[in-house]
């Protein structure tokens, strides 16, 4: 009975985090949760995308350790990890929990952890990075297709960006219609595309996106 109502707390605080309504709700949410967050999404939620799309990237990435990437909405740590299983050695984070960078520094992952907001002004100079990582940040109550200009500006010419987009956000988001924008202006090129599940036994809810930055 215990585990029955832990799998639906977990559930109950994902469902909040898809409603979120503002940046001050999530950053309360994400400092209440931080704590309990890996048990909750990973062990009793069986998250599987956060793994997928950092292990797509490893595939589309040159294999140099030196490579410098950056984790968007990093959280607890989760991709970053994945990436230094790989070798990958020089990753910075950026979220907007300070509580969960907290837990993201214990993990070893990370050169730098900064606590930023995606559709802010970012304090990270142009073209700093050859590869970009967003395990979580692009589903509804969070992060919508207006970071993308930002997200390109942090890339170098030729950098790749790895993502997941929640399937029920991938239109309302302005995803769709953006993508296609860059791809048809050639400023991106899509090197890998699937529409997978993101839970262990789950429907396809996330698209799986790999992009060279023009």
């Not at 605080?13 to 940046?23: F, H, I, K, P, V």
């Not at 950092?54 to 984790?71: G, K, N, W, Y």
């Not at 907290?102 to 050859?130: E, N, Q, S, T, V």
């Not at 790749?160 to 991938?170: D, E, G, K, P, T």
């Amino acid at each position: 009975m215990t585990g029955d109502k832990n799998d639906q707390e977990a559930a109950a605080r994902l469902e909040r985090a898809r409603a979120l309504g503002s940046t001050g709700e999530a950053r309360t949410l994400y400092r209440d949760w931080a704590r309990d967050y890996d048990a909750d999404v990973f062990g009793r939620l069986k998250v599987t995308g956060t793994r997928r799309i950092a292990e797509l990237l490893v595939e589309h990435l040159p294999q140099a350790p030196d490579t410098r990437i950056i984790d968007l909405g990093c959280g607890t740590g989760a991709a970053g990890a994945v990436l230094k299983s790989h070798g990958l050695t020089t990753i910075d984070g950026l979220d907007l929990s300070p509580e969960m960078l907290l837990i993201a520094a214990d993990c070893g992952a990370y050169r730098l952890l900064i606590a930023a907001d995606l559709l802010a002004p970012l304090p990270l100079r142009d073209h700093r990075y050859d590869a970009a990582i967003s395990a979580g940040t692009f589903t509804t109550g969070h992060v919508g297709a207006a970071a993308l200009p930002a997200i390109h500006r942090l890339l170098r010419p030729g950098g790749l960006l790895a993502c997941v987009i929640a399937r029920s956000f991938y239109e309302s988001g302005g995803f769709a219609d953006a993508i296609q924008r860059l791809v048809s202006d050639q400023r991106w090129r899509i090197l890998h595309d699937t529409l997978e599940p993101i839970r262990d036994g789950g429907p396809p809810e996330g698209h799986m996106l790999v992009f060279e930055i023009g």
